[in-house]
């Protein structure tokens, strides 16, 4: 009794549970990088921030107020930035920051004013944040601050200009206070920046068109998966037909990206993808296509004309003499890729429906043919390109209904043959010149190696950024 239940319940958690078609795992070499990135970005950033006032009173009389405050020099030590599986997130640990401050100073008792400028240096401040990632709803990573401290390890003002040198007397007594207001700034906005950046994931399309016929949907499958050398992403990677938006009658096989350290990142690409893509063009008809004789070259000794057809179909010149045909090529079933080692192979169960052309326009039926083809395949990055070969390992044709009585197909399956060979020929031109890497505004995907391994291919790449003030002035700009 007992087991069964088990049973059930395992079969539910599995139906429930969708594998990812997609994997990321980024490793600590990427972490390492981007802290490096940012770390410089911070430093020149930091410059341009305007801190808010600090005010507070001076032995419980003299109201104070620190305004016009900026940062004029900034030394940044190199953070630490880890993994931390506690939270499924980063630690981020900053850890001796000095800042040289600016501003204009102003005091009040009663009715007497008085103001200067200012020089502070805030020494020894350490600021330990902790973020964890997530996913929401809609299958974006989130991220959150789980916790924030900050220490500010000692002070140093320099009041210059009106009565500076009262206050500068006072400096030991409320230096304190000014360590603490400047303390408690520092952790609501490091918190801002994080939910600015979460506002940024939750802006991101997850899912987008791809042409005409396709969407991609990348939205997270579950939770970002940590350990303390890696973070693994699972995305749907599936494609849909636009116009039906219907999943295939196939589901994602779990894989396992093998982690490499040496790289950045490593992304695993699940045949299931390529098949999803497949689906979705099969569904909105792309595999389907009409030939007639102003598409064969002048040249080809075959022409979609009854009375050439002698050689192939002997009966057809006399059955229907000097008549031009039309070829109707599609797809019978969805073609399906299958990854294996170093091979990507396509299987192509195609079909032709041959017609002569009446001289009043009316298409008689002549023939059927299942044409069964099966394609392997090479894929390798070079210089940046994704490039691949093909070649063809079987095609038959096979005759599956006749109008014009049976007849050999031999003979046509030989000069078919011949005619896919130059098409593949022309492919593989293109092929070997390959494609670009895919490469966004601010990424580019560098020292990229490609492995198709049994159901999955696996990129392994490093990651150039191109982090831009622009990017920062987005960030700060976001709606409230
Ligand atoms: C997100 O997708 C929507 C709808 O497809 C599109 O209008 C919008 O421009 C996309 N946004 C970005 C940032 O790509
Ligand atoms: C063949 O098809 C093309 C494109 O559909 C069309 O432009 C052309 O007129 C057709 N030729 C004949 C002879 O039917
Ligand atoms: C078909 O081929 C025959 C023999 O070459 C030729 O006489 C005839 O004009 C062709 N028909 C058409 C429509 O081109
Ligand atoms: C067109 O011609 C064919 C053969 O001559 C004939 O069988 C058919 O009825 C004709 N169709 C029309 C609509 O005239
Ligand atoms: C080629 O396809 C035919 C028919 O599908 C099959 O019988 C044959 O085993 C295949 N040959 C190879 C080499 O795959």
Known sequence: MLLSVVAVLMLLSCTCGENPA????????????????????????????????????????????????????????????????????????????SLAITGGWMTQCGIIHDGGSFDMAVFSVNVISVVELGKDANGHLSVTSVSCDARVGDVDIQFHGGASWIFQSFVEHFKGHISREIEIRICPNVEEMIVNLEYHLQAMNVSFDVDQALSFDLSLTGLPVMDVSSLNLGLKGEFYSIKTHMDPPFEAQPFSVPEQQGYMLSVGLSEFTLNSASYGYYLAGVFQALINDSMIPPGSPLHLNTSLMGPFIPQLPKMFPGLLMNLQVYAREVPMFSFQPDAVKLGFPGAVKAFAIQPNGTQTPLFKLNVDSEFSSKVWIAGGRVKGSISMDNFTLTLVGSEVGTFKTDALENIARIGVQMVLAK?????????VLPRMKEVELVNSVLKVEEGFIAISSDVEAFLTDRGFNRQTNRPA
């Open 427 to 435: 492919l593989n031109e293109k092929m070997g010149n390959g494609v």
């Open 22 to 97: 997609v994997q990321v795992v980024l490793t600590n070499k990427a972490v390492q990088y981007g802290k490096h990135t940012g770390t410089d970005w911070i430093q020149e950033n930091l410059q341009r921030v305007s801190l808010p006032d600090i005010s507070g009173k001076i032995l419980g009389i003299i109201g104070y107020t620190l305004t016009g405050i900026t940062i004029k020099k900034c030394d940044l030590p190199e953070p630490s930035v880890e993994f931390y599986p506690d939270a499924t997130g980063f630690k981020t640990s900053v850890l001796g920051l």
